[in-house]
Nanobody, 122 residues
Framework: QVQLVESGGGSVQAGGSLRLSCAASGYTSSSRCMGWFRQAPGKEREGVARVNGVGTIMYAESVKGRFTISKDNAKNTLYLQMNSLKPEDTAMYFC????????????????WGQGTQVTVSS
């Protein structure tokens, strides 16, 4: 059974940091695209960062310079290091994985985790 399990969410004050993890089981992350999405209350889900099968990384403009995505293929685990957090980063964060090396939009991801909540207070 393919499963993604996120962890590392929590509540922090503005300016703080969190590190999200996404452990994959039944799935080999090597040479495949994985990413992070988030959804705030009343808003649509948006892409935060993704890393494709050849290591190309893309970030949303709103998180560039503050968030860092990384993938440990030996552990089949995806990470999101979030620094200088802002109240507008408050959302449910979802890990997603593709069966392909490439990924461009949300529809390219085949497997989704249950999410982990991140709350940033001012």
């Amino acid at each position: 059974q393919v499963q993604l399990v996120e962890s590392g969410g929590g509540s922090v004050q503005a300016g703080g940091s969190l590190r999200l993890s996404c452990a994959a089981s039944g799935y080999t992350s090597s040479s495949r695209c994985m990413g992070w999405f988030r959804q705030a209350p009343g808003k649509e889900r948006e892409g935060v960062a993704r890393v494709n099968g050849v290591g190309t990384i893309m970030y949303a403009e709103s998180v560039k310079g503050r968030f860092t995505i990384s993938k440990d293929n030996a552990k089949n685990t995806l990470y999101l290091q979030m620094n200088s957090l802002k109240p507008e980063d408050t959302a449910m964060y979802f890990c997603a994985a593709s069966w392909h090396s490439w990924c461009y939009g949300e529809d390219d991801f085949d497997i989704w985790g249950q999410g982990t909540q991140v709350t940033v207070s001012s």
